[in-house]
């Protein structure tokens, strides 16, 4: 069983920063790959970001390309969201997951253990 939860949501301007993090349990933290989503109200969850589990690959949605970063420390069992140039369109509940061996075949489903989410809310 792995344990996600995630922090540093809030509100914040457009254009402005934020960063999440998601403390995660397991000692095999470092053979999960890992991954951001997100849910706006009415709408179906998305992913956002994914990187490898020893960190050399990520994936992001083309709608944060070039304005969020993934990353991780495998010794602190953390991955983090790096947000910048928010958008009032960025507004959602993002939520870590991660997803263990044997991986998913795509970069942007197949998670196998989610956290229960962080507020984020951008204001024009």
């Known amino acids: 069983q792995v344990q996600l939860v995630e922090s540093g949501g809030g509100l914040v301007q457009a254009g402005g920063s934020l960063r999440l993090s998601c403390a995660a349990s397991g000692r095999t933290f470092s053979r999960y790959a890992m991954g951001w989503f997100r849910q706006a109200p009415g709408t179906d969850r998305e992913a956002v970001a994914r990187i490898s589990s020893g960190g050399a690959s990520t994936y992001y949605a083309d709608s944060v390309k070039g304005r969020f970063t993934i990353s991780r420390d495998n010794a602190k069992n953390m991955v983090s969201l790096q947000m910048n140039s928010l958008k009032p369109e960025d507004t959602a509940v993002y939520y870590c997951?991660?997803?263990?061996?044997?991986?998913?075949?795509?970069?942007?489903?197949?998670?196998?253990?989610w956290g229960k989410g962080t507020l984020v809310t951008v204001s024009s």
């Open positions: 997951a991660a997803d263990i061996p044997p991986y998913s075949t795509t970069w942007y489903d197949g998670m196998d253990y």
